[in-house]
């Protein structure tokens, strides 16, 4: 079978070449940590995961500093591998550990745990857009008028979207249109990981729904996940983003034991929740959620004056929230 690899560099601002690749399944996918420093004037990154690609070893790594995540080609040698307490000892400074050790603070919530808001220093809020398991083709809407509102201002536009196994499975032309306008540099996206299956019961408490049933496979729901996001050519963020947003205090600190920062909401537009300066809003773009959609529109058409002088911006969720913790 012919496999196609396409194989781009990419600078990334932590000045290291990330290899992103399409077509391939990662083999012997795993959670491994250790400490990446090239060359004596770099600083230290931390490798999150291991993979083989048409037999060649990589690395999944982040910058600790930037919460940048990378794909690339694994040295020669050897490296050291870490528990992640060795992490949180060698990495203890940095905003990486220093944000998901804030987090776990407020992990005992059923939903919606986690960091949920962050402080700007300019006017504007950090867009999350979900896409869940759905038979409904993406919500294009909101990504062509995010694009034509902030054109100015804000270009490329920045955006996170958690993205579960089953949608990508489901949607190859959805998802090639979303990596068009990515190559095309209208838009910047972080893909936060949001399960594979995203089960979720009508009839089960919260307690015993989406990753709480008890016969979810939290590893596989993770790197499932993450092997579909590079087999697809997406580098994986070190975030997620719980189902439901329903978590509790035992799985979300199992979770940070993958080297993920959780990720909740405080403007859950669909459930009436409100928009502030700062807050992480959620909207749903797999064509489940028309009400929240219609809720956004009409929130940056409320904001279009000031979005057109660039006064109210969607910012960047990695440096939002590495600018608060610094
Ligand atoms: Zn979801």
Not at 255 to 261: A, E, I, M, N, S
């Amino acid at each position: 079978m012919l496999i196609k690899i396409f194989i781009s560099l990419l600078l990334v601002s932590v000045c290291l070449c990330s290899v992103s690749f399409k077509n391939s399944w990662p083999e012997e996918y795993q959670v491994y940590f250790a400490v990446y420093k090239p060359d004596w004037k770099s600083e230290k990154k931390l490798i999150l995961r291991k993979f083989l690609l048409e037999g060649k070893g990589y690395f999944l790594i982040v910058d600790p500093n930037t919460l940048n995540t990378g794909i690339i080609l694994a040295p020669e040698g050897s490296t050291q591998k870490l528990s992640w307490e060795s992490v949180n000892r060698e990495f203890k400074d940095s905003p990486y550990i220093r944000l998901i050790n804030r987090s776990i603070k407020n992990s005992s919530n059923l939903q919606d745990a986690g960091i949920t808001h962050v402080m700007p220093d300019q006017k504007g809020i950090d867009l999350t857009i979900d896409l869940c398991p759905s038979h409904l083709p993406l919500d294009k809407r909101i990504f062509t008028s995010i694009i034509s509102e902030f054109e100015k201002f804000d270009h490329p536009v920045p955006l996170a979207i958690s993205v579960s196994g089953l949608w990508m499975e489901k949607h190859h032309e959805d998802l090639e249109w979303l990596k068009r306008l990515v190559r095309e540099k209208k838009m910047t996206v972080e893909w936060i990981n949001h399960s594979f299956h995203h089960r979720v019961s009508l009839r089960e408490p919260l307690k015993e729904n989406f990753l709480l049933e008890k016969s979810t496979n939290i590893s596989e729901e993770i790197l499932d996940t993450e092997r579909e996001m590079i087999e697809e050519g997406l580098v994986p963020s070190c975030m997620f983003r719980f189902p439901g947003l329903v978590s509790d205090k035992s799985l979300y600190e199992k979770v940070t034991t993958f080297g993920l920062l959780p990720i909740g909401t405080d403007a859950w537009l669909a459930k009436g929740q409100k928009a502030y300066d700062g807050s992480i809003v959620l909207i749903h773009g797999n064509g489940n959620e028309p009400v929240g959609v219609k809720d956004f529109l009409n929130l940056i058409k409320n904001e279009g004056p000031k979005v057109k002088e660039g006064d109210w911006l969607l910012f960047d969720l990695r440096q939002s929230l590495t600018n608060e913790i610094r």
